[in-house]
């Protein structure tokens, strides 16, 4: 209803000769009202100043003036103020509109038990308002009463079927609920209904890539990228699929633009550093990781991956470190303890590299990765073979499972079967091929096999757990070894990191605290 | 006769030593016994001036009358052209850093790698209003005037030393008569200016001195252009620093110019007459340093870190600049170079719990972490001051953040706290702890008083608002966030909260 008019011509704009006008009859509602179309307009224009001096020299008031002082003060976020003069209005003249921004005022307020009564009161003078049933479904939604957010936000769709926040909303509440599939449905019908909303289409692509459908959500973001090439979830989004597909250098020219809009969002710097880190340039990789970690030092993944690119530079110590924080952040974390074991077994702590193994596969006991480097570790310490071959048969099953789920082949990492073929356990299910291990591990026999450099990525779901495992690099103290193998996974694809939720709502209390840190200065 | 010469030969070698106050109890016996001595008067009299010498040319404390004053050039200037206007303030420069990367201080600017004069308390250049707003903490933002407790104390210093009244009488000096004995007059100008700290008087024989040396002479000219200095009448003090240079080029008297500039607020001008004083002075640390100060106060960190590499070329032992170079190198995510300057700067002896606290910061940020502990404890075990334990304990509760430690980051915190109450950055990461541990209460009432205590943050702002956001209070939030966007204009995530409320609130 405030759209900006701006027809009029603008001789008439100025209100301070008229204003003043006083009329002859004072309850004269043509006078009364005379004024209305100029506020009006100055509200379409957000003249907000304008409004309130000439509302206060006003000699009498309308209720279209309280209303419009009210939303200007809504504007100016003094909601309260607004919520009064609302309820004044309500109280002159209770119509359908004014319950609405009395309800609306009362949701911004934080007060949702109250404002949705008041959309109930608004509800029983009509039935076909999409916006009540909207708001109703959001105040529930915050209430964490999902099952009447989800009835009130279908009942909108039913009264108006494009309403794109209707969609979302919708679909949000069913991930919460974790229903992946119905959100997902609704976040397709709303696009199907607003083909240019880039929020939506954002969403689908999301989800397609939780699912690992790589070339389904490229699409998505690549469409939502056309409508709004600034949409940053979406192009994070996108720079995420193609870090996937171990492009380095594209998605950090697509950081690039991120990072001039959002220069302190530690999910960017994460992802630069781990761009980075695939393009093997670790200097860079552990500055930037180290800066995600200074503007969100409470991120489990930056700690992650820290840590990761730590263990590849050999710095064990600050490796452990590092996962040691990640652990106190997130107690339930499986790669991080199995991470941990590596790190620790690098330190020649094998009493506690086995328990963070253990405690790991406790948690998570179908991740091949975690098996396969328990395997390796076992293989070190010189555990029984009968325990060695029980690791490795848990790993090839769930190996083969994983690679059974993965619908794409990039999905899962076969270098770990090559690893694991060089212990002395290949891949057995197929055709237990007994006697491949003649071709000579590359260990030389006194050595002990060297350990192996897990890569795990993470991404938060172990779906894309495509750990590339690199093969032993050098071990610890081996002279000859020889870098047999180790080179060819170079390509550690997607060391993903946190996919950055683009929804920023849900983002973990990042901020800034840290950023206070201040050098002392000395004095002289 | 030989007693008193071997006697007056000891005393100016005590002087020599700089053993000032035997030197003022020989003197003043010697002129007890014969009043009309003028060696021992002039010794005395100097021994005096020594004690409470100081140099003019890092003399400068901005006053909150200052911010009164309209002896700045412009009252709009360019940006990038004035330390007063919040222009010069790090939101809308390029070069400056960050403020979610590098801590401000109170007046908004980065902070420093030293605390000196003027870095602290000075010209931030806000409106006046915005000074008196600054929060009122045990270290304010500003003094309130010029003639801060050093004057005042110099001032009383006369009385002090001898309990029957000061040493010369002012008053009955004959300042002409003295004018004219160089030797004397020179001393006499000290003494006046430093310990009577009677300026008018220092400035009549000043005066008086300059008319016998007819302007030739450039030593009186610039003492009179520090009198006029310290009377506030910079367009006189500029003529007369300016007269000086035509006739005798000073290293000193090019800074004491910058400084007047500096009040007039004309930081470029400044750099330009020390840059023709660097011409004259090619190797003078002491110019290029003056340089990179200004930089430094107009946010300009690349070029002020290289006028400071450049006084380390010229002088490799200046604190100032180790100490400026490593705090641009901490935050520039360089610790382990940090490190390095630092320990030059142990090397040195300077052993202050800053440094130390400083190089244990850089080993937690360089990963070595054998030291931090060591390094933290030698800190605590160095720290004289209350106000440098809190800043200890905050650091190390800082670090015990960063190892998601937060029983132990909320201890250190506390102990910060108790240190000094007006912690406003404990306040807040207190406050964050708790809303992290979901205590929302006990969390939004911490980074309240932060909120109260250091106005120049827009973190508690910022953390407030978007708490508040979370939990529906979008009123509260709005506030809040409209706060933290002013003191920082580019914050890109309190933009994003407030873009979404006004949508919120726009739509009908």
């Known amino acids: 209803m405030e759209t900006p008019t701006n027809a009029v011509p603008p001789s008439i704009l100025k209100p301070s000769a008229r204003s003043i006008a006083t009329s002859k009859w004072p309850n004269d509602p043509s006078t009364i009202d005379k004024y209305n179309w100029l506020l009006h307009v100055m509200y379409g224009r957000g003249e907000y100043d304008r409004i309130q001096q000439f509302i206060r020299v006003q000699p009498q008031t309308n209720p279209y003036m309280t209303y419009v002082q009210a939303l200007v003060n809504r504007q100016e976020g003094r909601i309260a103020e607004a919520l009064d003069l609302f309820q004044k209005s309500v109280v002159e003249n209770p119509t359908l509109v004014n319950i609405k921004q009395v309800a609306k005022s009362l949701a911004l307020l934080g007060r949702y038990r109250v404002a949705i009564d008041a959309y109930k009161e608004a509800l029983t003078r009509t039935t076909n308002d999409w916006e009540v049933f909207h708001n109703l479904g959001l105040c529930y939604m915050q209430l964490r009463e999902f099952n009447e957010a989800k009835q009130y936000f279908l009942q909108a769709l039913q009264v108006s079927e494009i309403q794109e926040a209707s969609y979302i909303a919708l679909g949000k509440v069913l991930l919460l609920e974790g229903e992946r599939d119905e959100a997902e449905a609704i976040f397709e019908r709303g696009a199907r209904r607003n083909p240019e909303s880039p929020t939506l289409f954002t969403h689908i692509g999301l989800l397609a890539f939780e699912r690992a459908h790589y070339t389904k959500a490229f699409e998505c973001f690549g469409t939502a990228l056309t409508f709004c090439p600034t949409h940053i979830p979406a192009i994070m989004a996108a720079c995420q699929v193609i870090q996937k597909h171990g492009d380095a250098d594209v998605a950090l020219s697509k950081y690039r633009i991120i990072y001039g809009r959002k220069p302190e969002c530690a999910q960017v710097w994460n992802n630069i550093g781990m761009c980075f880190f695939s393009k093997k340039k670790f200097v860079a990789a552990v500055s930037c990781l180290k800066r995600a970690n200074y503007l969100a030092p409470f991120e489990l993944y930056v700690l992650y991956n820290l840590a990761l690119v730590h263990l590849y530079l050999q710095q064990n110590a600050s490796a452990a470190i590092f996962l040691q924080s990640a652990i106190r952040i997130n107690r339930k974390h499986a790669p991080s303890y199995a991470l941990l074991g590596v790190a620790l077994s690098k330190l020649n702590d094998s009493d506690n590299a086995e328990r963070a193994y253990a405690y790991s596969l406790k948690l998570d006991s179908a991740d091949p990765m975690t098996l396969l480097n328990y395997g390796i570790f076992q293989a070190n310490t010189g555990v029984s073979p009968a325990k060695i071959n029980s690791t490795m048969q848990q790993f090839h099953r769930c190996y083969a499972e994983r690679a059974a789920a993965a619908a794409n082949p990039r999905d899962i990492d076969a270098s770990m079967l090559d690893v694991a073929t060089k212990l002395g356990y290949p891949a057995p299910p197929p055709a237990p091929p007994s006697d491949l291990p003649t071709e000579k591990l590359s260990f030389p026999s006194g050595l002990p096999p060297p350990p192996a450099f897990p890569f795990s990525t993470n991404s938060n779901r172990p779906a894309d757990d495509s750990a590339s495992n690199v093969p032993p690099p050098p071990p610890p103290s081996a002279s000859s070894t020889l870098s047999p193998s180790d080179s060819t996974k170079d390509d550690d694809p997607t060391k993903q990191s946190p996919p950055d939720e683009p929804e920023v709502k849900t983002k973990i209390y990042d901020a800034n605290r840290h950023k206070l840190r201040r050098m002392k200065q000395e004095p002289t | ?96 850093p960050s403020p979610a990367m590098r801590p401000m201080t109170m007046t908004g600017r980065p902070i420093t790698g030293m605390l000196r004069l003027n870095t602290q308390s000075t010209q931030g250049g806000k409106s006046v209003e915005h000074v008196l707003k600054t929060a009122r903490t045990a270290a304010t933002a500003r003094p309130v005037t010029t003639a801060t407790g050093r004057f005042v104390r110099l001032g009383t210093a006369s009385m002090l030393s001898t309990p029957d009244g000061p040493f010369i009488q002012v008053g009955r000096l004959n300042l002409p008569k003295y004018a004219q004995n160089q030797a004397l007059a020179r001393s006499l100008f000290e003494h006046l200016f430093h310990h009577a700290n009677d300026v008018r008087t220092a400035q009549q024989l000043a005066i008086h001195a300059n008319e016998y040396a007819q302007n030739k002479d450039w030593w009186w000219l610039v003492q009179i252009g520090k009198c006029y200095h310290r009377l506030d009448m910079f367009r006189d003090s500029e003529k007369h620093y300016i007269l000086s240079l035509e006739v005798q080029p000073m290293v000193d008297t090019y800074l004491y110019l910058a400084k007047i500039y500096l009040r007039l607020d004309q930081p470029l001008l ?94 937690f940020h360089a990963q070595q972490y054998d030291m931090i502990v060591a390094c933290f404890l030698k800190a605590l075990a160095v720290a004289t001051v209350d106000e440098d334990r809190a800043e200890i304990w905050y650091n190390i509760g800082e670090m015990a953040l960063y190892t998601s430690d937060i029983q132990l980051a909320i201890q250190c915190f506390r102990l910060a706290l108790v240190y000094n109450n007006d912690h406003a950055e404990a306040y807040n990461n207190l406050g964050l702890v708790e809303i992290q541990r979901s205590n929302h209460e006990i969390g939004r009432a911490y980074l309240q008083t932060a909120q109260s205590l250091a106005p120049h943050m827009f973190e508690p702002y910022y953390n407030y608002g978007k708490s508040m956001y979370q939990q529906g209070d979008l009123q509260s939030s709005f506030r809040a966030i409209k706060s933290s966007l002013d003191i920082y204009k580019k914050h890109s995530d309190s933009r994003h909260i407030y873009d979404e409320l006004k949508q919120m609130f726009a739509e009908l």
């Not at chain 2, 003028?38 to 005395?44: E, Y």
């Not at chain 2, 100081?54 to 006053?63: L, S, W």
């Open chain 2, 270 to 363: 400044a750099i330009s007459k020390l840059r023709e004083g660097l011409e004259k002075f090619s190797h003078e640390p002491c110019l290029v340093q003056a340089i990179a100060r200004i930089h430094e106060g107009l946010n300009d960190m690349t070029q002020s870190i290289d006028y400071y590499r450049q006084v380390l070329k010229l002088d490799n032992t200046n604190i100032e600049a180790i100490a400026c170079i490593a705090a641009n190198h901490f935050y520039n995510d360089q610790p382990e170079i940090s490190l390095k300057f630092y320990r030059r700067l142990l090397q040195m002896g300077v052993t202050t719990s800053a440094v130390l606290c400083n190089i244990a910061l850089c080993c």
């Open chain 2, 1 to 96: 006769m030989r007693s008193s010469n071997g006697s007056k030969l000891m005393n100016i070698s005590l002087f020599r030593r700089r053993q000032y106050e035997t030197c003022v109890e020989v003197t003043t016996r010697l002129l007890a016994k014969s009043p009309n001595d003028q060696v021992a008067w002039l010794l005395k009299m100097r021994a005096l001036t020594e004690q409470l010498y100081v140099d003019e040319t890092e003399v400068a404390d901005d006053g909150l009358a200052e911010m009164l004053d309209e002896n700045a050039f412009h009252q709009a200037p360019m940006p990038g052209t004035s330390m007063r206007q919040p222009t010069a303030n790090p939101n809308s420069g390029i070069n400056g």
